[in-house]
């Protein structure tokens, strides 16, 4: 492995003459902290609960992949571009799949719901949030909801249009302002009474965990979470996204059939067979 940083002595002319004192100096091979501290690694049961929840398809984990990019980005590789730009698509990722899976879980459906998405992230956390689990949603106040719009939201903007590069302090606050605003989401799924509205969004999103962390994890919602009639969530829940993001994507560019590309799966005649 390379070393981390070498000694080295640089002289002017002045202190050419025997005796002068010369000051060594320091230079950083590589400032990546990853390289002096070793991270502890996951416990067994945390790896196989983020395989099962890879294996069921779940909504979330895009939002905790992207995540995990821009922590590498930054810890790892000082790329303070990448961290900026993964960690704005991560909020992005959960915004939008909170606000998708309170959606699904009023009854709407996928069709509905994409001819009724607003264009533009900070239009639709303007006008769709509050109405539904309150709190200040203004992006422009003070809060968890302002500091993402101010550090990560506009950050990421001069990043990409102006190819701005932020300072390593710069994507510290804007990983600091994503795991805010997740928090803040957290708490206002659960708040009052928005925990029975919304008791499957906030169970898919914070689960056992994080609603116990809130004191809000009644008998009602665990008998909920096991109740046989309930389809699976997560599964459930991942088609409906997936064919909103398919229906949203046919606005900007209408899908059209195609025979080389379909594979035959059945032939059904007219009389039924």
């Known amino acids: 492995a390379p070393p981390l940083s070498f000694h080295y002595l640089r002289r002017t002319t002045t202190e050419i003459a025997e005796g002068a004192v010369v000051v060594p100096g320091v230079f950083p091979v590589n400032l990546s902290v990853v390289q002096v501290v070793q991270e502890p690694g996951l416990e067994p049961e945390e790896v196989y609960g983020m395989l099962r929840a890879c294996e069921r398809g779940e909504t979330p984990m895009i939002y905790l992949d992207l995540h995990r990019q821009a922590s590498v980005a930054l810890y790892t590789h000082c790329n303070t571009r990448e961290a900026v730009v993964m960690v704005a698509a991560a909020a992005e990722a959960m915004l939008n799949i909170v606000l998708a899976h309170m959606r699904w879980e009023e009854g709407m459906t996928p069709e509905a719901s994409a001819k009724t998405w607003p264009d533009g992230l900070m239009t639709r956390v303007k006008t769709l949030f509050n109405a539904r689990i309150g709190?200040?949603?203004?992006?422009?106040?003070?809060?968890?909801?302002?500091?993402?719009?101010?550090?990560?939201?506009?950050?990421?903007?001069?990043?990409?249009?102006?190819?701005?590069?932020?300072?390593?302090?710069?994507?510290?606050?804007?990983?600091?302002?994503?795991?805010?605003?997740?928090?803040?989401?957290?708490?206002?799924?659960?708040?009052?009474?928005?925990?029975?509205?919304?008791p499957r969004t906030a169970s898919e999103i914070l689960?056992?965990?994080?609603?116990?962390?809130?004191?809000?994890?009644?008998?009602?919602?665990?008998?909920?979470?096991?109740?046989?009639?309930?389809?699976?969530?997560?599964?459930?829940?991942?088609?409906?996204?997936?064919a909103q993001t398919r229906l949203l994507a046919d606005n900007d560019v209408l899908r059209k059939p195609s025979l080389e590309a379909s594979n035959l799966v059945a032939v059904i005649r007219s009389k039924g067979e």
Not at 184 to 191: K, N, S, W
Not at 220 to 229: H, K, N, R
Request: with cysteine.
């Open 135 to 198: 709190g200040t949603w203004d992006p422009t106040a003070s809060g968890p909801v302002g500091r993402w719009a101010q550090d990560v939201a506009a950050l990421r903007n001069r990043v990409v249009h102006a190819g701005y590069t932020p300072t390593r302090d710069d994507a510290g606050l804007a990983m600091t302002a994503v795991e805010e605003l997740l928090e803040y989401l957290g708490d206002r799924l659960t708040y009052g009474r928005n925990l029975r509205r919304y």
């Open 207 to 242: 689960r056992e965990t994080g609603l116990r962390k809130r004191d809000r994890f009644p008998r009602w919602l665990q008998d909920l979470q096991q109740d046989p009639a309930e389809p699976l969530w997560c599964a459930n829940f991942a088609r409906w996204y997936q």
